[in-house]
């Protein structure tokens, strides 16, 4: 599959398989963390790989999901993620900013994770204090946010906006996330002018 194809196939997965995430994968997707581009090529970021099953249900309660589904968009038992990618910017390097550095590493694991048949939310609504202890994360690295990781139990698609952008699960369970058109945010020379009809 392309790179143009994994981006339009990616979605956010929230229910997971039990299966544990290949070790080599998650080797893998820190490499291509760390090849991500970089501003001012300084590199400030590090990784925390949790798959231990006694840390995994202290990092899950850390967690927080899907806001725009209430309770339900929360992993139940058995459908919770069975590895995590804590990114973390080491402020000793760069003492501020960084955090386009963690999103083009994220959106590089995430597209490793995939083409490796592994789903991923992305979660940066979480209770930092928690991970600190739990992970022993020193105090010189802000924890940017953490990718949540398994095999997918649930089918998300894209669809196009119409009145509004909240994301919502059918009956069906499949999780539809609407985006906005590309006509309507992509602009050709002078702002104003049209890309694509
Ligand atoms: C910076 C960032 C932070 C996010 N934080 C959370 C989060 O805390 N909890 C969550 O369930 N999803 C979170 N998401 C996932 C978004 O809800 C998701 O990307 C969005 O609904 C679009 O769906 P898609 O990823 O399938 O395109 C986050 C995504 C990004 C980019």
Redesign the pocket.
Known sequence: MSVYELILKR??I?RFKQDPVPEELLVRMVDAGRLAPSGGNLQPLEFVVVNDPELLPQVFAAT???AYLGPE?TPAEGERPTAYIVVLINRNIRPDGGYHDAGAAMENMILVALEGGVGS?????LDRNALYRVLGIPQHCEID?VLALGVPAET?V?EPMRDSIR?YRDEQGVHH?PKRPLASIAHHNRYGQKLVD
């Open positions: 979605r956010t929230r927080r999901w899907a968009g939310c992305w979660i940066a609504s946010s998300a894209a994301y996330v």
